[in-house]
């Protein structure tokens, strides 16, 4: 309209085009060349297990390592803002937003089904009685979802935080590769290039959430009698939730989507609570201790162990555990990063870190400890009543759970999946956001017709996933897509060590130069005094000048004083007296 100022475009279209056409061609594929995406996706999955299954064990290690260095180094109390700043939220909030950041809908569905699996199919080379086999279980889930996922987070958290806040860079990724590369790769190609596989990793990962939550609200559906599940009702989920999604980003509704992460969150706590009074309160609260023993007694050898000579057993079961979780948390890395950094403004790099680790390892061990521990409990008092035809059945375990639990059933199943439909919205509302900050460059205010475009391409992801191949097409998009934005993980830890070195380095020299000078000042205020009193003490013991000797020498004891270095001042000759001393009497 004439007389308004046109809002000027932020669209980074060397980001945008190439990343939003490719994932546009794959849902596009996925639908009509299924088959062929089907086992285009199955072969690359089998290559990337077999190939870097040790990369991603090791890089996942190295993250843990690197992260706790960070946590207790020197550079621990580097401020992530200006100095002395105060943190933009305080630490109880800032702890809630960390509870509520990336792991919702994953929570729900494998708070269940994970540990009991692992109790039911244990992994090769575990073996024990039941109790050792439950052990081994819970710290399996622990390993998965605890310190080392969250230590992946860190890294690219805390080189974007730095970036944003200390240095004030755009909120995008490459940026946060900045001190490796330079300004000037940053702003080009290479940096372009770096965004892109932010988006395709966001993206996929989200999708990887969305297509779980519908699988589990497919599932929920079917037990209270509502819905057959099937794809049709899988695909008419996504569609309808997606939808529900973009009218959350069209409504620009923040305020109304932080009362529902909020009101999700008390939800949780309600029905994790419920799990806890109803079920066997004291075994689950001693299983607990027990089993976070077990983990970090375990932790190390679990960290490292690729089942090198468990053959084709242990490569199934790393790519359907293991290697999996590693590729899925690498894909969320662009979008809980960018958002725990965000949040994080006045932090120090201490603070950070260690708040990062230690809040979500605990709440994530209390969860899986009560759902996944309440399973075990159950399953072995009575034998098959967690199974499904003599198996775990994922999609169903915990509607399963509830079954078993006095007064819980209906109220809790409608409970979970409530749950994990407002997580699908929420997720998909800001992955979307995110994806969108990342494609016109970093943009905090990105316009919202693309907004919308990336919240409907991540349903579309997720749809496309499912009817390529369900669980196994999901798991296999995470891996893939972890693979190459695992190497702009590296770049984000070498990046982040060169600033934080590079600053502490600055830091020591300024403070060496400020002690160097209050300890000059403070010598030279010490020695100026002391010769000064000196000089008082000693002036003060000189007698009178005698008027005898006034066109004589000098005294002999005036004499004397010069000669000791005390300076012996003339007579003023105008006047008759010495200078400093009365010789009128």
Request: aromatic share 12%; no cysteine.
């Amino acid at each position: 309209m004439k007389g308004m100022a046109r809002r000027r475009s932020t669209l980074a279209p060397a980001v945008f085009y190439p990343a939003g056409g490719l994932i546009l061609l794959f849902v596009l594929l996925g639908f009509f060349a299924t088959d062929a995406v089907a086992e285009v996706m199955s072969t690359l999955q089998a290559k990337t297990v077999n190939g870097f299954g040790w990369y991603y064990v090791v890089l996942v290690a190295a993250f843990v390592i690197f992260a706790v260095y960070l946590g207790v180094s020197r550079f621990g109390e580097i401020t992530l803002g200006p100095d002395d700043e105060a943190p933009d939220f305080k630490l109880p909030v800032w702890f809630a937003m960390l509870f509520a950041t990336g792991m919702g809908i994953g929570l729900v569905y494998y708070g269940v089904a994970e540990p009991l699996s692992h109790f039911e199919n244990p992994k090769p080379g575990v073996g024990g009685d039941e109790p050792q086999l439950a052990e081994a279980a819970m710290g399996q889930t622990y390993l998965h979802w605890g310190f080392h996922p969250w230590a992946i987070y860190v890294i690219i958290g805390l080189a974007l935080a730095y970036s944003i806040h200390r240095k004030g860079r755009p909120a995008s990724i490459r940026w946060a590769l900045e001190p490796l590369l330079g300004e000037r790769r940053v702003r080009g190609w290479l940096g372009n290039v770096i965004d892109v596989l932010a988006i395709f990793g966001t993206v996929f990962g989200v999708a990887t959430s969305l297509g779980l939550g519908v699988q589990q609200i497919a599932a929920g559906l079917d037990y209270l009698d509502v819905a057959s599940p099937g794809l049709a009702l899988q695909m008419g989920l996504i569609a309808g939730i997606t939808a529900v999604a973009a009218l959350s980003v069209a409504s620009g509704l923040e305020k109304g989507i932080k009362w529902l992460s909020n009101a999700n969150m008390m939800l949780a706590g309600l029905l994790l609570v419920a799990v806890l009074v109803m079920g066997s309160s004291l075994f689950l609260m001693r299983e607990w201790v027990q089993s976070i023993g077990y983990y970090f007694q375990n932790v190390m050898m679990m960290t490292f162990d690729t089942l090198a000579f468990q053959g084709d057993a242990g490569l199934e079961w790393e790519s359907g555990w293991t290697i999996f979780y590693w590729g899925w948390w690498i894909s969320w890395a662009p979008f809980v990063g960018l958002f725990i950094a965000r949040i994080s403004r006045g932090r120090t790099v201490r603070e950070f870190v260690m708040g990062t680790l230690l809040v979500p390892m605990l709440v994530t061990t209390v969860w899986f400890s009560v759902f996944g521990g309440s399973a075990i409990h159950q399953e072995r008092n009575e034998p098959g009543s967690m199974l499904a035809d003599g198996a775990v059945n994922t999609d169903t375990a915990m509607f399963q759970l509830f079954e078993t639990l006095p007064g819980g059933g209906a109220w809790m199943a409608v409970a979970a999946i409530v749950l994990v439909v407002v997580f699908f919205v929420t997720s998909s509302d800001s992955g979307s956001f995110v994806v969108d900050m990342l494609a016109n460059g970093g943009e905090q205010n990105p316009p919202l017709w693309s907004r919308l475009f990336w919240a409907i391409l991540e349903g579309g992801v997720a749809a496309a996933l499912l009817y390529a191949g369900g669980l196994s097409a999901l798991q296999t998009a995470s891996i893939l897509t972890a693979l190459p934005f695992s190497l702009v993980l590296i770049g984000a830890a070498i990046s982040i060590w060169k600033a934080l070195d590079g600053e502490y380095k600055e830091i020591t020299r300024v403070e060496r130069r400020l002690r160097r000078r209050e300890l000059t000042e403070e010598v030279t205020e010490h020695v100026t005094g002391h010769v000064t009193e000196h000089f008082a003490e000693l002036t003060g013991q000189l007698p009178a000048v005698d008027d005898s000797n006034r066109d004589g020498a000098a005294p002999a004891a005036a004499r004397s004083g010069r000669r000791a270095g005390v300076p012996w001042r003339r007579r003023d000759a105008g006047n008759g007296r010495g200078s400093g001393q009365d010789t009128s009497g």
